[in-house]
């Protein structure tokens, strides 16, 4: 993979991604205490966004892990609504997304550590779904509705996301 631009992996940081959309997970002190002192509650992590005319839907991804380097050929967008990964597994994974624009901007690449999900913004230009380990089963909440809600967009020259 040697002669196209590489990206650096790093830690996915709630402050670095905001721009992008939201880290899941469960830092700092619950913000309640529930079932009789038994569950603390992390409420309302998540800017859900469904447009007009959406609703929420959950389905079940399965994805193929991948391996580090990382071939980066393709990205896509949601412009009707926000999507969330949540991981239904104990593993590491790749967050990758791009700065906005009608095309892609500057890539960023994120491993998200386990435990961590993250709610993509509306119309933030992110990568496919990217494991490192089986299984590659995430939740994901986004918006169902009538409208095509998926623009991709090709990379004219591939990337590689290396480790830091």
Known sequence: MTG???????????????PFGDVLDTRGDPDKIINAGLCGRFHDRARLDFGPG?????SLFDAQPRALPYRLDLLEHHPDG??????????PWLVIVAEPGEAPGRIHA???APG???????GTWHGVLTPLHAP?????????GSTPN????PLPEPVTILEA
Do not use: W, Y
Not at 150 to 153: C, D, F, I
């Open 4 to 18: 196209r631009p590489t990206i650096p992996l790093r830690p996915l940081d709630p402050e670095e991604f905001a």
């Open 54 to 58: 959406g609703r929420a839907g959950i």
């Open 82 to 91: 926000s999507q969330a990964f949540i991981p239904m597994h104990s593993k």
């Open 110 to 112: 994120f491993r998200a």
């Open 116 to 122: 961590q999900g993250v709610n993509l913004l509306r």
């Open 136 to 144: 590659g089963l995430f939740a994901v909440i986004d918006r169902i």
């Open 150 to 153: 998926l623009v991709e967009h």
